[in-house]
């Protein structure tokens, strides 16, 4: 099972990704928790360069994440469900489709195409996408790296991105409600994953 989380920064899916990776360990499961970008030592190269303060334009940055996670597939994602792991990873596609492809204004259309394309077609069986008020996300985070510091309109685009994502690909992409505790958001995903299996 591929299983990834989505949202803004401040949504609380890095915490909901560890719940569910301790919940599926509890259970026995072997399990390989990984995030984006990074997960590999050129993927951690790759999230100094694109997060540390650069400008860049949207197709560099757009190519540097692809890049990124060409190699995590490759060096972690595809071996660990190989070898009947389950995957959890901290954001993956659907994060370039949101933020590169729509608020950015690359198309979704040619984002997706170029990632299929490095990642072979790999697509998780589900994405969680922890939603919350783009206000309330910047309120829980600190600003640490170039994208958290765009303008608040960059992040209610990517916000409104995320949400059409849910729309588009209704069957795989489920929309959580972030501003619970998290405890109960947890519960939630894990009676979605049980209707999966």
């Known amino acids: 099972m591929f299983v990834t989380f989505e949202g803004l920064d401040g949504s609380g899916?890095?915490?909901q990704a560890e719940l569910l990776r301790a919940s599926l360990a509890a259970e026995g499961r072997s399990v390989v928790a990984t995030r984006e970008p990074g997960g590999t030592p050129l993927g951690e190269e790759i999230r100094k360069l694109v997060l540390g303060g650069t400008a860049m334009s949207a197709w560099a940055e757009c190519t540097l994440f692809a890049a990124a996670r060409a190699e995590l597939?490759?060096?972690v994602i595809a071996p660990a469900l190989d070898?009947?792991?389950?995957v959890v990873c901290d954001r993956y596609i659907d994060s370039s489709l949101a933020?590169?492809?729509?608020a950015r204004g690359l198309g979704?259309?040619?984002?997706?195409?170029?990632?299929?394309?490095?990642?072979?077609?790999l697509l998780p069986d589900l994405t969680f996408l922890v939603?919350?008020?783009?206000?309330?996300?910047?309120?829980?985070?600190?600003?640490?790296?170039?994208?958290?510091?765009?303008?608040?309109e960059f992040h209610i685009a990517v916000d409104a991105a995320y949400r059409s994502?849910?729309?588009?690909?209704?069957?795989?992409v489920l929309a959580v409600?972030?501003?619970?505790?998290?405890?109960?958001?947890?519960?939630?995903?894990?009676g979605r994953l049980r209707q999966l299996a």
């Open 13 to 15: 899916k890095t915490t």
């Open 73 to 75: 597939v490759e060096r």
């Open 83 to 86: 070898g009947g792991s389950d």
């Open 99 to 102: 933020y590169q492809g729509i």
């Open 108 to 121: 979704v259309d040619r984002v997706l195409e170029l990632n299929l394309r490095v990642t072979r077609g």
């Open 131 to 152: 939603l919350v008020d783009p206000e309330e996300a910047l309120s829980r985070s600190s600003p640490s790296d170039r994208i958290e510091r765009e303008a608040a």
């Open 165 to 172: 994502l849910a729309e588009m690909f209704p069957r795989r």
């Open 177 to 190: 409600d972030g501003s619970r505790a998290p405890d109960e958001i947890a519960e939630e995903v894990r």
